[in-house]
Nanobody, 124 residues
Framework: QVQLVESGGGLVQAGGSLRLSCAAFGLSISTYGMGWFRQAPGKEREFVAA????????MYALSVKGRFTTSRENAKNTVYLQMNSLKPEDTAVYYC?????????????????WGQGAQVTVSS
């Protein structure tokens, strides 16, 4: 059974930092592109960041570019999302997802496996 498990969420003040981890079980992510998405209350899920299977390509939503960084350690079957200079509008449930085509994709339809989500709350 494939599981993606996010961790590292929590409550932080504006301007602070958090690091999300996404660990994969029952799946080797070494050939998968990995993405991060988020969903705030009352809003649609939106793309945040993605990284190709090798880590050689990354892409970011304009709203987080320069503040967030995604990386991966295939040997640990884990991807990360480092979030700096957090803003209240970053408050959301953050999800990681796996794309079997190995790309850094911004379209959620590319992803076949999804985690359960981690809550990130940024206070003003």
């Amino acid at each position: 059974q494939v599981q993606l498990v996010e961790s590292g969420g929590g409550l932080v003040q504006a301007g602070g930092s958090l690091r999300l981890s996404c660990a994969a079980f029952g799946l080797s992510i070494s050939t998968y592109g990995m993405g991060w998405f988020r969903q705030a209350p009352g809003k649609e899920r939106e793309f945040v960041a993605a990284i190709s299977w090798s880590g050689g390509t990354t892409m970011y939503a304009l709203s987080v570019k320069g503040r967030f960084t995604t990386s991966r350690e295939n040997a640990k079957n884990t991807v990360y999302l480092q979030m700096n200079s957090l803003k209240p509008e970053d408050t959301a449930v953050y999800y990681c997802a796996a794309d079997p085509r190995g790309r850094a994709a911004g379209d959620s339809r590319s992803y076949v496996y999804w985690g359960q989500g981690a809550q990130v709350t940024v206070s003003s």
